[in-house]
């Protein structure tokens, strides 16, 4: 069954598990990362993408995405797309059938111009490592306020993902402990469940699990906590 992605915005580092997501995308390898050229690719796909997904009859069931496939440097390996309810047949030439990746997912959301993202990543990415986990790919960011020629750059809101590479215990990062005083304090008392201070999560060992349900199973394995 497809997962759904909760829909509140991510605050520091949020981990959940992912199932995989069919997309229709446009690829292109070796792309310049340059202004013009990635607004061009983006302007050209999308043109096409949604008069297709009309024609071969499958619905968006999210937000437009650019999703890289190796880091990015002076140019970039990148799918721009959109997520849909399955695959279609026929498609037009230039546009293909891909996923969103299943696997341990680490997002978080950022409020601003698109000017801003790059430095958003670069933050998003050191506060991932300092959680104690370890980047894999693809990364992709997810533009869930699209622009309009009347709209605050700075309400516009993109959620920055990347795949993470799961650890022997299943990416519980053994030894991470979450920033919270007493969360330590308390563990340190009682080898049982302890109460976390969000209503309706709980702590084991340094694992945070969020109770969801069925559909999906969404946890925060040592949640970077802001707030």
């Avoid at 650890?167 to 308390?186: A, I, K, M, P």
Wanted: aromatic share 8%; proline share 9%.
């Amino acid at each position: 069954m497809t997962q759904e992605i909760p829909q509140d915005v991510f605050h520091g580092v949020v981990v959940f598990k992912a199932a995989e997501i069919p997309t229709v995308v446009a690829r292109r390898s070796g792309l310049p990362m340059t202004q013009e050229a990635m607004s061009e690719f983006y302007d050209s796909t999308y043109s096409a993408l949604f008069p297709a997904l009309t024609a071969a009859g499958v619905t968006p069931t999210g937000p437009a995405f650019g999703l890289h496939t190796r880091m990015p440097s002076e140019t970039v390996d990148i799918e721009a797309g959109i997520p849909v309810d399955g695959h279609p047949g026929d498609l037009p030439q230039g546009l293909l059938s891909s996923v969103l990746p299943a696997g341990t997912v680490a997002v978080t959301s950022y409020l601003g111009p698109y000017d801003g993202l790059g430095q958003a990543w670069g933050a998003f990415m050191e506060a991932v490592a300092a959680a104690g986990h370890t980047v894999a790919l693809p990364l992709w960011e997810s533009y869930v306020t699209m622009p309009s020629p009347d709209a605050d750059p700075t309400t516009l809101r993109t959620d920055l993902f990347v795949l993470l590479k799961v650890d022997s215990c299943g990416g519980c990062n053994t030894g991470f402990v979450v920033g919270v005083q007493q969360l330590r304090e308390d563990l340190s008392r009682s080898e049982e469940p302890v109460s976390f201070t969000r209503p309706g999560v709980e702590l084991i060992s340094d694992h945070v699990q969020i109770p969801s349900p069925p559909e999906r199973e969404v946890r925060a394995f040592g949640e970077v906590l802001t707030q």
